[in-house]
T-cell receptor
Framework: GEDVEQSLFLSVREGDSSVINCTYTDSSSTYLYWYKQEPGAGLQLLTYIFSNMDMKQDQRLTVLLNKKDKHLSLRIADTQTGDSAIYFCAEKRTNRDDKIIFGKGTRLHILP | DTGVSQDPRHKITKRGQNVTFRCDPISEHNRLYWYRQTLGQGPEFLTYFQNEAQLEKSRLLSDRFSAERPKGSFSTLEIQRTEQGDSAMYLC????????????FGPGTRLTVT
C-alpha cells in the first residue's frame, strides 16, 4: 500500500461534511476507488472514477480527481453515524493489470 | 443473497496445521481474486483467476499457499504448515468481464494461527 497514501484518522461532527484525501503515485492509473469497511466486515465498493474524469457525484458522495497532482478526495455530505468506518482509497493501474492497490485506510470517527 | 460468500468466517489453528478456505463469487462473475489484509493495513493482492485459469500470483504467495478454481465457479485457498505470520483476514472478490475494474468483496475469513 505504500504507493497509495491517505491520512489514518479523521474526526467529523454529525451533520457536517467529511473530506477524505488520498494521493497516489502511478500516473498510468486507470480507475480510482473508494471502498468502505465496517468493523469485522469485508469491503464495500462505494464509488469509483475513471481517470479521464475529474468529478463524480452519487447522492451524498462526491469524488474529485486531480490527475496533475495525483490527488483523489471523497466528500461525504451530511455525515451520519452510519458513515463511521474505515475508508480505503485504491487504484487500478492498467486495463491489463487486474489487481487493485489499496492505501492503509482512513478511520472516520463521527462526533455527536 | 447474491453477494460474494466466504467460508468459514473465522478459523483458529495451531502453527503447522493446514487450513483451507472457500469463496463463492457472485453468480456468473468470471474473475475471482484473493487478497490478504493484516491489522491496520489495506488489502494486498495474492492471486486471481479468470474462469478456471490462475492468471497472476503475487510474490506474497509463498510455496505454502495454493489456490484453485477447478470449475470456474467457487475457489479454495489452502495454506500448508501455517505460521503465526499467516494470521490475517483473507478476502475474496469477484468481477465480471475482461477488465475487472468493478471488484466486489466478500466478508472475509479471519485466520488466527496460535
Amino acid at each position: 500500500g505504500e504507493d497509495v497514501e491517505q491520512s489514518l484518522f479523521l474526526s467529523v461532527r454529525e451533520g457536517d461534511s467529511s473530506v477524505i484525501n488520498c494521493t497516489y503515485t502511478d500516473s498510468s492509473s486507470t480507475y480510482l476507488y473508494w471502498y468502505k469497511q465496517e468493523p469485522g466486515a469485508g469491503l464495500q465498493l462505494l464509488t469509483y472514477i475513471f481517470s479521464n474524469m475529474d468529478m463524480k457525484q452519487d447522492q451524498r458522495l462526491t469524488v474529485l480527481l486531480n490527475k496533475k497532482d495525483k490527488h483523489l478526495s471523497l466528500r461525504i455530505a451530511d455525515t451520519q453515524t452510519g458513515d463511521s468506518a474505515i475508508y480505503f482509497c485504491a487504484e487500478k493501474r492498467t486495463n491489463r493489470d487486474d489487481k487493485i492497490i489499496f492505501g492503509k485506510g482512513t478511520r472516520l470517527h463521527i462526533l455527536p | 443473497d447474491t453477494g460474494v460468500s466466504q467460508d468459514p468466517r473465522h478459523k483458529i489453528t495451531k502453527r503447522g496445521q493446514n487450513v483451507t478456505f472457500r469463496c463463492d463469487p457472485i453468480s456468473e462473475h468470471n474473475r475471482l481474486y484473493w487478497y490478504r489484509q493484516t491489522l491496520g493495513q489495506g488489502p494486498e493482492f495474492l492471486t486471481y483467476f479468470q474462469n478456471e485459469a490462475q492468471l497472476e500470483k503475487s510474490r506474497l504467495l509463498s510455496d505454502r499457499f495454493s489456490a484453485e478454481r477447478p470449475k470456474g465457479s467457487f475457489s479454495t485457498l489452502e495454506i500448508q504448515r501455517t505460521e503465526q505470520g499467516d494470521s490475517a483476514m483473507y478476502l475474496c472478490a469477484s468481477s465480471l468481464g475482461d477488465s475487472g475494474y468493478e471488484q466486489y468483496f466478500g466478508p472475509g475469513t479471519r485466520l488466527t494461527v496460535t
